[in-house]
């Protein structure tokens, strides 16, 4: 199949024949027009990224997962950009697990989505394999017609020189055989010579999203959908507490719903397994398990923020030292502080959780998942199942959203998903299936927070600025941290405040629970944007002084947030008037290695609730790729930050989560959405990142417009309906 | 029983609280629609029953004797295909999981309604999420939508 071709270790790669039933799980191509016509496709390799096929189509592997960032577009337009090609023939496919061909240099070499790193840790791979691949097909095209390759001109998916015509297609066999230049040889256009990239999408579809065709006509295949012929389908029964382990379990009555196969125990709770997902749930709900809470969660929210602010009371773990740090806070003028809180936050992607396991005992396992961490999930299932990783196969399909919940340094899906295919002796594919009600309840949550802010103000200034937080690690214990490093990601954004003030203090104390976290959408920015942007309003009122003109003031050396800053204030018409009730409030952020500021207008209403009416954004993330995709990151991250900001909270009883699906963990909907428009900064500057950079600046561009208002702090999120 | 998905019959055998969602799925491999929440909560388990927007989640299959049941796979009235096309041209899309379903409200809405206002669309869309925060766009599509069938 596809997606387990293998390359040569040589520096050529050669791919042999792939047939059609091959590219069962190719996606973004439809390619069954072409079957009927000419029969099997030869897919050649130039490289491990790009693939010519007989059919003239180029195919470039993702080693990013397409969950609705873009990447699939994004990443393809790199390689069509240097390669010289036709739009119209690219494709694209997730790449094989394979951490020395796919690896992701800001995952220490490891295959991962997140961060928002696609774009900026590909551009030069990517470059380099379509410059590399054009090179290829130019040489083979000389040595085919007698030419010098100088006199071979690759243009728009055509090989030509004089009267000699070639596709890529035609020539990609005698490519292959071409050693592939030395990367330091390959040149690259000029950002004027571009034909795709920062190019805008049109109406007629020539150039737009590569996934938009097949998810619009429902061609597009999820994990989920993934459903072969004899499969069983798994519910897990897990802990309602955080960190329950089970003692026990009575099955009678689950074993006697219809279509209910079998009953087993793995580490994490009970698998009920059935040949359908319906019979499955209907088991489960009547499957008694008894647990062991000695060490789980027994405190409610209350008595965990408790905790949080007892902590509080003593210095951290030191950040960030300005000046005379901490100490700075007393002394004359006036001492301001406030307790910003945060609660945990889920993840929820539409796609719930999902994979199916295909296992053969001793001999191999094939698993289809949409996972953030492949190899991570490829060395899990292979411990879970005596296995070696190279006898665990991993198909990338694409995901429903996922946000971060789908990169898990534990493997927490494949492990349980391996664990109930091992217990069955893989006698059928087993898929494992998460409802909604599991997906909220089942941890890996934005971890809740406490920012205790702190300042001195002196003279008409900010004199010393502190920020103190209370939070759990999510690095601790796992592969990206060594043991006794602090986990300072989970302050970024605090402790590294780019405002010129003269003493700065940032610490952090890290909290112990058996709730688990992860990272979620922007991870730590989720909370320091809102606590640092948010204070210095509450500041900068207390200083009479505009919110716009004293960050312009306080960010007099840092020009590329001034610039955002700049831009968003002047299509916003900062300053200009509102209708009565109307208010604007700013922000500005840095995250990603991005820039953004947005300005929210918001109109509290006379019964005391209030509306965002209009968000204006504006981002610098270097060179842009695909400004449509940009926008659409932008408008999506203003949702999803208001979404969590206005009000989702997951807060727990007795160590329960309270909440269990949408109706009471309420996710924005269109009556919520602001108008957005988005704007760029022109920039030749390396892509930096768009999936997340978007969503920390909306929470505090919200509360400041409120603050704008009725002059209150809005310390406590979510903010609710009322201003 | 019968029952009429896409215009074609189907004849139905399964339990009779099983929800339309898991027989499209897993037995007739219509699997364009998705599974959400289960509990009729976020739309993306949207069909037709008779044209009017139904959550196939909470749905028994066996409760649609003799109705006509239209999916994303079968949406092809000048109102669905106006829509269809609309998605495309704004690039809508983001992750896509709740998009058919959102495509098959802005079909009843637009079929009901085939010059609705800002708040007319607010209002028939409002009840499905989109995760991916599309909302903006998904706007900008059910008025293109509308301009298209004119």
């Not at chain 1, 727990?652 to 963990?665: E, H, L, M, R, T």
């Amino acid at each position: 199949m596809a997606d387990t071709a293998t390359f040569s270790p040589s520096r050529r790669f050669i791919l042999g024949v792939v047939g059609f039933g091959a590219a069962g799980f190719a996606v973004g191509c439809d390619l069954r027009a072409a079957d009927a016509v000419s029969g099997p496709v030869t897919q050649t390799a130039l490289g491990p990224y790009v693939r010519v096929g007989s059919d003239n189509t180029v195919t470039v592997y993702l080693r990013h997962i397409e969950f609705g960032q873009g990447v699939s577009t994004g990443l393809t337009t790199i390689v069509a950009e240097e390669l010289d090609a036709d739009w119209k023939q690219m494709r694209f496919e997730h790449s094989p697990a394979n951490d020395k061909l796919y690896g992701n240099p800001a995952f220490g070499g490891m295959m991962g989505t997140g961060g928002s790193t696609a774009i900026f840790s590909s551009w030069e791979q990517l470059r380099a394999a379509g410059a590399s691949a054009r090179e290829m097909l130019r040489q083979a095209a000389a040595r085919k017609w007698g030419v010098n390759a100088s006199d071979v001109i690759v243009a728009k998916g055509e090989v030509q020189s004089g009267n000699n015509k070639a596709t890529f297609g035609e020539l990609a066999a005698e490519a292959a055989a071409i050693p592939p230049p030395d990367a330091k040889a390959l040149s690259y256009k000029q950002a004027s010579a571009y034909a795709f990239i920062g190019k805008e999408r049109d109406v007629a579809k020539t150039f737009g999203r590569l996934d938009t065709p097949d998810k619009v006509h429902a061609r597009a295949h999820y994990a989920l959908d993934y459903h072969p012929e004899g499969v069983l389908t798994a519910v897990l029964a897990r802990s309602p507490k955080f960190g329950g382990k089970v003692v026990g379990f009575e099955a009678t009555a689950a074993k006697a719903v219809a279509g209910v196969t079998d009953v087993v125990q793995i580490s994490n709770g009970v698998a009920v397994i059935a040949t359908n997902f319906w019979a499955a749930k209907k088991g489960r709900d009547v499957l008694k398990v008894t647990w062991d809470d000695s060490s789980a969660e027994k405190r409610s929210t209350d008595a965990i923020l408790a905790d949080y602010r007892a902590a509080l009371a003593k210095p951290g773990q030191e950040a960030r030292k300005e000046g005379a740090g901490a100490a700075a806070l007393k002394g004359s003028g006036e001492a301001v502080t406030a307790d910003f809180e945060f609660p945990y936050l889920v993840h929820a992607p539409m796609e719930p959780l999902n994979c199916t396991v295909e296992y053969k005992p001793g001999e191999s396992c094939v698993i289809h998942s949409g996972s953030q961490m492949p190899t991570g999930d490829q060395k899990a299932a292979a411990g879970v199942l005596g296995l070696q990783p190279d006898q665990v196969t991993i198909v990338t399909h694409l995901a429903g959203g996922s946000f971060g919940r789908r990169a898990t340094p534990d493997a927490d899906l494949v492990t349980e998903a391996t664990q109930i295919a091992k217990a069955i002796d893989g006698k059928a594919p087993v898929k494992l299936m998460w409802t909604r009600e599991d997906d909220i309840r089942s941890g890996k949550y934005r971890p809740m927070s406490i920012h205790r802010m702190s300042a001195r103000l002196n003279k008409g200034a900010i004199e010393a600025w502190g920020d103190r937080t209370a939070i759990q690690s999510i690095m601790e214990g796992t592969f990206f941290l060594p043991p006794g490093t602090p986990d300072f990601s989970a302050i970024e954004g605090s402790n590294d405040i780019q405002y010129a003030i003269p003493n700065i203090s940032v610490d952090v104390h890290f909290m112990k629970s058996p709730v688990s976290v992860l990272w979620w959408r922007s991870v730590g920015h989720t909370h320091t944007a809102y606590a640092k942007e948010h204070f210095l309003d509450v500041l900068a009122k207390k200083l009479g002084k505009d919110p716009v003109a004293y960050r312009r003031e306080l960010l007099a050396k840092e020009p590329r947030l001034l610039g955002v800053l700049n831009l968003a204030a002047e299509k916003a018409g900062w300053g200009s008037p509102l209708p009565p009730g109307k208010t604007r409030g700013v922000a500005v952020h840095h995250s990603f290695s991005s820039y953004v500021a947005e300005i929210a207008e918001v109109t509290v209403k006379e019964d005391g609730t209030f509306a965002v009416d209009r968000v204006v954004c504006a981002v610098d993330c270097g060179t842009v790729i695909n400004p449509d995709i940009v926008r659409a990151q932008m408008e999506g991250g203003i949702g999803y930050g208001l979404s969590a900001i206005l009000g989702e909270a997951l807060t727990i009883k007795d160590g329960a989560p309270v909440q269990s699906n949408f109706f009471d963990y309420a996710p924005l909907r269109m009556a919520q959405m602001p108008k957005v428009e988005v704007y760029m900064v022109a920039s030749t500057e390396p892509p930096s990142g768009v999936g997340e950079p978007g969503v920390p600046p909306i929470g505090p561009a919200v509360a400041n417009a409120l603050l704008a208002a009725t002059g209150k702090t809005y310390a406590k999120l979510p903010l609710g309906a009322k201003a | 029983m019968k029952l009429t998905i896409n215009g074609e019959e189907q004849e139905y055998t399964g339990e009779e609280d099983r929800p339309l969602l898991w027989y499209l799925r897993e037995d007739l491999k219509l699997t364009g629609t998705k599974f959400g929440c289960g509990v009729a909560a976020c739309g993306a388990c949207t069909v037709l029953v008779e044209g009017v927007p139904t959550r196939a989640c909470v749905t028994p299959a066996a409760s649609l004797e003799g109705k006509k049941i239209t999916t994303i796979e079968g949406l092809d009235t000048p109102a669905g295909q106006a829509v269809q096309k609309a998605w495309a041209e704004l690039d809508v899309v983001q992750c896509g999981w709740c998009q058919s379903g959102q495509m098959l409200a802005a079909t009843a809405l637009l079929t009901a309604t085939p010059k609705p206002t800002e708040q007319q669309i607010t209002d028939g869309m409002t009840s499905n999420i989109c995760r991916c925060a599309t909302y903006h766009r998904i706007r900008g599509a059910v008025a293109r939508a509308a301009e298209i069938i004119g």
